[in-house]
């Protein structure tokens, strides 16, 4: 599987943002697909996933109620709406797949992409 993330940029506080990320390869196998960020001196951090087939979501705490994970299973793209964009949201975002049934426990991901800049400043 490989996964081509899009959609980064600069914004101000407050603003909306919104992340693509492409699958190709073996999509059929595809479990669940997320993201992770990684801010500038942090360690790398778990944002969302979704379950490929059934939808169900998953949020960490730092982005439930701004951030909204979604699939195009017919275009085998995942998407990541973020709202209400902080400054700590500054990082770079990167989109996951697995094809494990207990990703969503274990959170180790199989396929990584390659990487897209968020920043919020004003």
């Known amino acids: 599987v490989q996964l081509q993330a899009s959609g980064g940029g600069a914004v101000q506080p407050g603003d909306s943002l919104t992340l693509s990320c492409a699958a190709s390869?073996?999509?059929?196998?595809?479990?669940?697909m997320g993201w992770f960020r990684q801010a500038p001196g942090k360690e790398r951090e778990w944002v969302t996933a979704?379950?490929?087939?059934?939808?169900?979501?998953y949020y960490a705490d730092s982005v439930k109620g701004r951030f909204t994970i979604s699939r195009d299973n017919a275009k085998n793209t995942v998407y990541l709406q973020m709202n209400s964009l902080k400054p700590e949201d500054t990082a770079v975002y990167y989109c996951v797949a697995s094809n494990s049934r207990r990703v969503i426990a274990t959170r180790k991901y199989d396929y990584w992409g390659q990487g897209t800049q968020v920043t919020v400043s004003s």
């Open positions: 979704i379950l490929w087939n059934e939808g169900n979501t």
């Open positions: 390869g073996r999509t059929s196998d595809i479990f669940a």
